[in-house]
């Protein structure tokens, strides 16, 4: 319901761009003093002066994943902890699942791989999902045991090939500092504040763990969990 919610106001804000963009840049502009995100796209759009122009449909594309790279893989990450800290009270103190299980990337000019040929223009995806499984680099990759990074000399910034939950090289993801700060800061609230236990009659086994096929890999079952405050010493 959100990510639909998501989608009707990205569609909302298309129709008004398109209705009257030099209107809000003006706007912003002359009453605020200072330019936003989209101020910022429109005045380079009308300059021209970009190595490679861009257009509505550019600025659309670039908000529509802001919206979404902000919110769905956040919300996908904390709901996938949750799940597995609860199957996994073990670690309940301690990621298996990657919120964007491929990474799209468009070459621009002609490569070849290992003799295969990518042509200029084309739609590469990347499984980092399989990447971050290979078993000839993790023991037990489908195994949740955050422990396993304790004594792995890895960095999380794009850096190693068998890890990179946030992309690598050039196009490593802008917001990962956002990322982590939107995952990490609500789940340590959580498991601070509550005392997390399944419904009566529930067991851990029964999760569902089935994930939704899209850009997000987030859960098709909405997770139903009792919350229970800890005593104030």
């Known amino acids: ?22 209107y809000r840049f003006q706007y912003a502009i002359q009453d605020f ?17 970009l190595q490679y122009p861009i257009d509505d449909n550019n600025i659309k594309a670039v908000l529509f994943d802001m919206f979404t790279a902000g919110t769905d893989t956040s919300t ?5 902890t949750l799940v597995e800290l609860l199957r996994h009270p073990r670690v309940m103190a301690k990621r298996l699942h990657p919120p964007a299980p491929m990474l799209p990337r468009a070459c621009i000019d002609e490569h070849v791989i290992d003799g295969y040929t990518i042509p200029a223009g ?3 995806m990347v499984n980092i999902w399989a990447m971050q499984r290979d078993p000839r680099y993790w023991k037990d990759p489908e195994t949740f045991e955050p422990e396993r990074f304790e004594n792995e000399e890895l960095s999380f ?7 990179m939950p946030f992309g690598i090289g050039r196009r490593i993801c802008p917001g990962t500092t956002f990322g982590l700060a939107a995952v990490e800061s609500p789940l340590s609230q959580l498991l601070y504040h509550f005392d997390w236990k399944l419904p009566e009659g529930v067991k851990a ?11 997000t890999a987030s859960r098709i079952q909405n997770l139903h969990v009792v919350a229970t405050p800890y005593e104030k010493l």
């Open 205 to 215: 086994e029964d999760f569902d763990m089935i994930e939704n096929i899209g850009n």
């Open 157 to 163: 910034l794009g850096s190693d090939f068998k890890y």
């Open 76 to 80: 996908s990450t904390v709901d996938w």
């Open 122 to 124: 084309s739609m590469v």
């Open 1 to 22: 319901m959100c990510y639909r919610s998501l989608i009707d106001t990205y569609v909302d804000f298309e129709n008004e761009l398109e209705k009257d963009e030099s």
């Open 33 to 49: 003093g200072s330019e936003d995100l989209v101020d910022v796209f429109l005045r380079a759009k009308e300059e021209g002066q």
